[in-house]
């Protein structure tokens, strides 16, 4: 090597790099602030950068009248705008600059604030006189906690917001108990939180080992077990939990759980793809394979249970035992059935999208009285694409993981039907 | 130049000039008949293409209307009709339009002539065309500069206002201007009859300009060509026409009519050049005239060979009786001629065979009248000679008789004395005798190679003594020879002739003289002179001195020249006598080099001897 | 029994025909949320010419775009740039500098291979590198490239995201990638065929093979893409604010700069001036919102805003009367010939208004696609996100002079990364050269039939085609 190092200068994000703590604590933080209701950033200090450019303005046109005009062309938001304003104007006074009417300035000030892909550029073009006028900028990195917050409004279907990361979310589900726990399945880990003063707090992070690269569309479904704390099931690699805090997993091609558990389902999941191949087991009746499909709900009857496949040509099956029968529908590839209780007990839950050319999906609930779908209720919209749809284990609720592209991030949800509507 | 030959040239001289008379003639003629027909066709095109230009301003005019009325239009006008104005909707409109209707130019302007859309200048929206008649729309199509981004360009145009139709803003009108470039996609598509063309010439700039010159081929070749022809046009703002000659091969000349084409302003815009081959004429011309030429030719032929037959049937005759007179001419009396003709050449041939006859007749009677003359002359002479010798020997005897008888003494002394006389003229007899049989006994020549000057020499030599004898008068002698080169003949028989020749004038000058021998060398021939300066010979002495028995000389035989002539007749040669009474004579024998005649073997004479 | 049991067969039947009927009818108006599906032939057209498939072959300029948008497909880079612009680990997992930036490690990924099942070392990196770069001193250490720079290089990182830069393994005239397809056929300048690498280190990409036809004219792709035989095609600037019969189109941030360049410097300051003037008389916005259908922004600057933040400080507004001041007294000697792409169907039309706005301020230009310009009208497409990297290889491209943002500003030592400021100073010091005549800035754009699915709508308009997949649904199953 050449030369000697003085100083290293590593990359700034980099999950694969040895650097775990300071992930962590970089996820704990993020925690914070989404639990606690996405308010803390809400007023960033924008005291040094103000101080920074009405140096600079000084600099150019010393101390006397000017007159300034600000101009926001970034993503801040009107109040920050006059906020920056206000400051600004604060600064050039403390520096011997007087704002007053243009006809009375020496010299014109054109604040801008602008922005590019990872800070705010804020100029100042100053004119004095006939010269050609004098350009100073400063730049500061831009924050995604100024994003303002998204509003959640009225559903049919109850969705309760479990867990957000900017890593994919596989699945979640909740550990009812005192103190409650959240188990969230990701491409790396199973975390562990646990319910402190109404906020998860991450208790521990269970590392999954795989040694094939995963598939593109990573899915992965969480079994709460009565035995043991969980399974988790991904494309060719089974964990499960053992002596409470411990992850084993192994390459394995055992058949996924469908379902909730009370009816037992088992499908088996093609290790390099994002769908089942087809193959169940113990089978629907006598009927043990069906087409490749990306989800499966269970209506139970009297006598049987109905399955529905989402199969991977974009068809709904209904296997009975005995039957095949398909139908070509609109509804997306995740589906999951929820008992509700009410109706005719068993609703399912479908995604779709919410128009044409759109990046949000929507979820839909289909009663099934017989063989024949119909919608009931409106479809409830979300802010991207739900990239997980799983039912819980114990049928009463979903979990439906939305990955909201414009903020990067993965938000898990626990779903419920309320069906005093 | 023969007799025929001349008739044959009078001949076909005549037929020549026929023919030539009247092929020019009908050349003449056909060219009047085309050049009128041509005209006719010329003005009846031009006017078809003044009716298909017209045509085509209405086809143009009722594109544009349909343009006007469209869809797109209505939309346009509607879009434009409010104050904001987004010309971004329409950039390619035009163009399309435009292309659907097969127009070059397509512009939809406001009532302020602002483009809003142009096919031809995509670009320029939004900017003023200010050379669009708006204020008065014209019915009819109109030539129009239109300004492109490459330069400018002539086009037939249109304009139409379009109807908004109910509830449009009355005042802000638009407009639909269209039209077709005056390119050569122009000029090929107007449909004109074969042998015919149209060019086309945008007037842009002062002077001519060959790229403004435009046919349905882009650019014509040579355009310098009509340069003037076109500014004479231009000046004169009036239709013209004119022909070009565009290679030296008149059937590429072109008959060219030049139509100006004014625009709205009354400017000329341009020129509409109609032009119509002039190959079909020139090719007629051309046929024409091969024809003329080719039945002249063959009539000239037919002509030589017709005159060639009926020269020689006429002047065959004729050369018959020429040849007939050569051969009389050169001794053939008994020629005879025999023409299978009637008429005056059958006369003529009657008359020279009767002429001839006549004159064998007279030949015949002459020889006889000759001979018997010569026969007398010769029996006086012998008698003359024969009678000399005689009158003496009757005298002796006589004599000798008287002598016996009356004195015998005497007797013996005068028969001595007689006999003496006696056998002197006996031997006068018989060299008299002998000097007759000489001359009838010439020898035939023996050719031998020799010198003739050695001959003079000889001769010379011989004579010498003679020329100063006494008693005699003195004869100077000059001898002049030249180089004669090598001859053939028989050197004794020459020396004869020289020395006959020498004594001859020595006889003829008794009283002293000058004698002068010269030699000549011509080529073939040898010629020998001798010069006396005696008493001369008269004109007639002259023709009768080679004649046998004839001289002028108080002695003699009047063989000698007889002899001279007879020898060098011999060696083919000739002699000639040219005299003056009083000045002398000269004789001059011309003889031939014979040496073809040299015998490389013997010399033999033939010593034949013929009785006279 | 039996009957009953039929009977109930026949109805469910009966009922399943006519939910088929009435959600076909649906599937019109609504469309599925599904799950991405694996398999699948993706069938894309780009116009640009690719003559080789080499991302640093710098012979081919004219496919530098349809290049970037390949090599990814093939090829990895050390690093990759993510929405912000900045460097992410790739084949390199990490990296470190010196003080001076100019000596850099780059850790490699382990376990990596090339699709001929070659293992990526550090070797094969250092000499696929040596060939973009003949002035870096690349050498391999262990798992780790050393990369050493005459200068500091502070943004060589996000220089190596470049695909110029990709790891490419070279034996005997083949390119082996790194990358989530290999080539399966491959016909220079006409067509490209890959295959999904099913062990691909990044996972592996949903379709099982894409295919990509080249240089064909931008009516025949749409036209394929409505009748079915395409999935997506690249757009013309123009044709981005369309609309796409049974398709959909997806626009990029403006990516593309449409400029005038000199091709010389100004020789005199009246040469300086009359290329101001210039600057000013051409109405930039006309030309964007009527020729270009509003595919871009009007650009008084090199890079675009959303990259700089700063690009609304050069004006773009256009003063044919103050440009007419500027060159006020200067005699223009001949007019300028302007040069421009003739296979561009927009760009006659963009050179004839220039030539028409600048004949408004007194200023002579021609277009003249044939004869030797004095200026040529060029769309250049910004090659990275980070705006140093664009703002150089801008400068390359354009044969303007190297950008120094060191000199050009005082503020930052040379172990800051550069500053805003800095690229400001640099990029206002490249236009003072008066070279270039910055127009707009253009969107790309691709136009995607409805069964195309996750593709990425970056700013820049780069094509992730691994994240790409198809559902079943197809207007179409001609065949191409």
């Known amino acids: ?388 749809l799983w039912p819980q284990t114990d049928g009463a609720s979903a979990v439906a993981v939305l990955h909201d592209s414009s903020k990067g991030e993965y938000e898990a949800y626990q779903l419920t039907l309320a069906c005093d509507q | 130049m023969t007799f025929r030959r001349k008739l044959l040239v009078i001949f076909a001289l005549t037929v020549f000039i026929s023919v030539a008379t009247v092929a020019v003639i009908v050349s003449i003629l056909a060219r009047r008949a085309f050049e009128k027909a041509d005209d006719e066709r010329t003005a009846a095109l031009v006017a078809q293409f003044q009716h298909e230009f017209t045509r085509r301003g209405e086809e143009i005019s009722a594109r544009v209307a349909a343009i006007a009325a469209s869809d797109a239009a209505t939309r346009i006008s509607y879009a434009f009709s409010r104050k904001e104005r987004d010309y971004a909707p329409f950039l390619g409109e035009a163009r399309t339009i435009a292309d659907n209707q097969q127009l070059d130019f397509l512009e939809f302007v406001d009532g302020q002539g602002t483009i809003i859309s142009s096919a031809q200048w995509p670009a320029k929206f939004g900017y003023p065309d200010a050379s669009l008649p708006l204020g008065q729309l014209p019915q009819s199509a109109f030539l129009k500069k239109e300004d492109l981004p490459d330069g400018e360009a002539l086009g037939l145009f249109s304009v139409r206002k379009i109807d908004a139709g109910e509830g449009h803003d009355g005042e802000n009108h638009i407009y639909v201007v269209g039209g077709r470039r005056m390119d050569k996609e122009f000029i090929s598509g107007l449909e004109l009859p074969a042998g015919m063309r149209a060019m086309f010439y945008e007037n842009f700039k002062s002077g001519f300009s060959p790229q403004s010159l435009i046919d349905p081929s882009g650019t014509p070749q040579d355009p310098q060509k009509i340069a003037d022809f076109v500014q004479q046009v231009l000046a004169e703002k009036q239709e013209s026409t004119t022909l070009v000659h565009w290679t030296s091969n008149p059937a590429e000349d072109e008959t060219l009519h030049a139509i100006p084409l004014r625009d709205l302003d009354n400017r000329i815009a341009g020129l509409l050049l109609v032009g119509s081959s002039r190959r079909q004429y020139v090719e007629l011309r051309q046929q024409i005239r091969s024809a003329t030429l080719f039945a002249g030719g063959a009539g000239l032929l037919l002509a030589i060979l017709l005159s060639g037959w009926a020269a020689a049937r006429v002047t065959r005759p004729v050369e018959q009786l020429a040849q007939a007179a050569r051969e009389v001419a050169l001794g053939n009396w008994d020629t005879r001629v025999n023409v299978h003709s009637s008429g005056e050449i059958a006369e003529l041939a009657d008359s020279f065979n009767h002429m001839t006859h006549e004159l064998l007749e007279q030949r015949e009677h002459l020889v006889r009248v000759e001979r018997i003359a010569a026969w007398k002359e010769l029996a006086r002479r012998l008698a003359h000679e024969l009678k000399n010798p005689l009158f003496p020997l009757q005298l002796t005897v006589e004599n000798l008789v008287r002598a016996r008888q009356q004195t015998p003494e005497q007797f013996d002394e005068i028969f001595h004395e007689s006999s003496t006389t006696l056998l002197a003229e006996i031997a006068n007899l018989k060299a008299i005798i002998s000097r007759f049989s000489e001359f009838s006994r010439m020898p035939q020549p023996q ?74 060398a011509q080529e073939n021939t040898v010629s020998v002179e001798v010069q006396d300066t005696g008493m001369g010979l008269s004109p007639e002495e002259c023709d009768r001195l080679f004649t046998p028995y004839y001289t002028s000389k108080g002695h003699g035989t009047g063989l000698g020249l007889a002899i001279v002539q007879s020898i060098v007749s011999d060696h083919g040669g000739s002699v000639s006598v040219r005299s003056e009474p009083a000045h002398g004579t000269t004789f001059t024998v011309v003889l031939p080099r014979n040496l073809d005649k040299l015998q490389p073997g013997g010399e033999e004479r033939n010593d034949g001897q013929v009785e006279v | 029994m039996k009957r009953t049991s039929l009977l109930w067969l026949a109805i469910n039947s009966l009922a399943l025909a006519s939910l088929a009927v009435a959600s076909l009818t649906i599937t019109t108006v609504a469309r599925a949320a599904t799950r991405p599906h694996y398999g699948g032939v993706l069938r894309l057209a780009i116009a640009g010419p690719v003559s080789s498939l080499d991302p640093a072959d710098a012979s081919n300029v004219s496919g530098q775009t349809a290049i970037q948008h390949i090599a990814p497909l093939l090829f990895n880079t050390l690093t990759t740039l993510d929405d912000r612009g900045e460097a992410q680990p790739s084949l390199a997992l990490a990296w470190k500098s010196d003080f001076s930036s100019q000596h850099w490690e780059f850790q490699l990924r382990p376990g990596i291979a090339f699709s001929d099942g070659t293992p990526l070392t550090a070797n094969a990196v250092a000499a696929s590198l040596r060939v973009a770069n003949p002035r870096w001193n690349i050498s391999p250490a262990g798992d780790s490239v050393i990369i050493e720079s005459d200068s500091a290089a502070r943004e060589l990182p996000a220089e190596l995201a470049l695909s110029r830069n990709s790891v490419v393994l070279r034996e005997g005239g083949k390119l082996i990638g790194t990358g989530p397809f290999t080539l399966a056929q491959w016909e220079p300048g006409k067509n490209l065929a890959l295959s999904a690498r099913e062990d691909y280190w990044a ?192 400068a390359i491209s354009l044969q303007l002079p190297a950008p120094d943002p060191h000199r050009a500003s005082s503020q930052s030592t040379s172990s800051q990364s550069l500053s805003t400021a800095d690229l400001y100073a640099a990029e206002n010091a490249l236009l003072q050269t008066e070279r270039a005549i910055p127009l707009l800035h253009l969107r790309t754009a691709v136009a995607l039939a409805r069964n195309v699915h996750g593709w990425s709508e970056a700013q820049d308009g780069r094509w992730d085609l691994p994240n790409v997949w198809l559902s079943a649904e197809k207007p179409s199953t001609e065949k191409p």
């Open chain 2, 447 to 520: 050719f031998h190679s020799l010198q003739i000057n050695d001959l003079v020499r000889d001769v010379v030599k011989l004579v010498q003594a003679q020329l100063q004898g006494p008693g005699r008068s003195t004869i100077e002698c000059s001898v002049q020879l030249a180089d004669t080169g090598e001859m053939a003949g028989d050197p004794e028989l020459l020396h004869r002739v020289l020395s006959n020749l020498v004594l001859n004038a020595m006889d003829a000058m008794p009283q002293g003289g000058r004698l002068t021998l010269l030699t000549h």
């Open chain 1, 1 to 388: 090597m050449r030369g000697k190092m003085q100083l290293t200068v590593y990359n700034s994000r980099n999950p694969r790099m040895p650097s775990r703590p300071i992930r962590r604590s970089l996820l704990f933080s993020l925690l914070l602030i989404i639990v606690s209701g996405w308010a803390a950033a809400q007023t960033p200090n924008w005291h040094t950068p103000e101080q920074q450019l009405a140096e600079k303005i000084s600099a150019v046109t010393g101390p006397g009248a000017i007159s300034l005009e600000l101009a926001n062309r970034s993503s801040l938001n009107r109040t920050q705008a006059e906020e920056i304003h206000r400051g600004l104007l604060q600064e050039l006074s403390s520096l011997g600059l007087r704002s007053v009417a243009p006809e009375e300035a020496a010299a014109t000030v054109n604040i801008s604030l602008s922005e590019n892909l990872r800070e705010y550029v804020w100029t100042a073009q100053i004119l004095q006189g006939k010269n050609e006028p004098a350009v100073v900028m400063i730049s500061l990195p831009r924050s995604s906690a100024t994003d303002s917050g998204h509003a959640t409004p009225a559903i049919v279907l109850r969705r309760t917001l479990l867990w957000s990361q900017p890593g994919r979310i596989l699945d979640a589900a909740v550990l009812s108990g005192n103190p409650q726990r959240l188990l969230v399945l990701d491409a790396n880990s199973v975390n562990i939180y646990q319910m402190q003063s109404g906020h998860w707090q991450a208790q521990q992070a269970l590392p999954i080992y795989h040694s094939r690269p995963w598939p593109r569309d990573l899915r992965g479904r969480l079994v709460l077990r009565k035995d043991h704390l969980l399974d988790a099931y991904l494309p060719g690699v089974f964990c499960t939990s053992a002596a409470g805090v411990s992850l084993t997993c192994h390459e394995s091609d055992d058949p996924w759980p469908l379902g909730s558990e009370e009816l037992r389902l088992n499908a088996f999941f093609a290790p390099a793809r994002n769908f089942f191949t087809g193959a169940l087991t113990p089978g629907v009746g006598k009927q043990t394979s069906a087409s490749a499909f990306f989800a499966a709900a269970s209506l139970p009857r009297d006598r049987y249970a109905l399955w529905l496949f989402t199969t991977t040509d974009g068809q709904l099956h209904l296997l009975d035992g005995f039957t095949d029968q398909t139908a070509a529908t609109d509804w997306g590839s995740e589906i999951a059935s929820v008992h509700s209780g009410c109706g005719s007990g068993w609703q399912v839950l479908a995604t779709a999208k919410d128009s044409n050319d759109s990046k949000n999906d929507s979820l839909r609930i289909f009663e099934v009285p017989d063989r024949e779908p119909f919608l009931i209720g409106q479809p409830t919209e979300f802010r991207g694409e739900i990239t997980a």
């Open chain 3, 203 to 394: 996972r592996r990409p949903f379709v099982d093979s894409v295919e990509i036809a080249i240089g064909r004219s931008p009516r025949d792709q749409m036209l394929s893409l409505e009748l079915g035989r395409l999935d997506g095609v690249e757009l013309a600037a123009e044709q981005a604010s369309g609309t796409v019969a049974g398709g959909r189109v997806v626009n990029s941030a403006p990516d593309e700069l449409l400029t005038i360049v000199f091709s010389r410097d100004a020789h005199s300051p009246e040469d300086r001036r009359l290329r101001q003037a210039l600057g000013l008389a051409i109405d930039r916005s006309l030309l964007n919102t009527v020729v270009l259908h509003s595919s871009g922004e009007p650009a008084g600057g090199l890079l675009p805003n959303w990259m700089t933040g700063y690009e609304f400080l050069f004006s773009t507004s256009p003063d044919s009367q103050r440009a007419r001041q500027i060159h006020e007294g200067i005699n223009q000697s001949s007019a300028w010939n302007l040069g421009y792409d003739q296979t561009d169907p927009s760009a006659r039309v963009i050179a004839e208004r220039i030539a028409l706005n600048a004949q408004d301020a007194g200023i002579n230009i021609k277009p003249n696609p044939a004869a030797s310009p004095d200026a040529q009208l060029v769309r250049i497409r910004l090659v990275s996100r980070d705006a140093h990297v664009a703002l150089n290889h801008l």
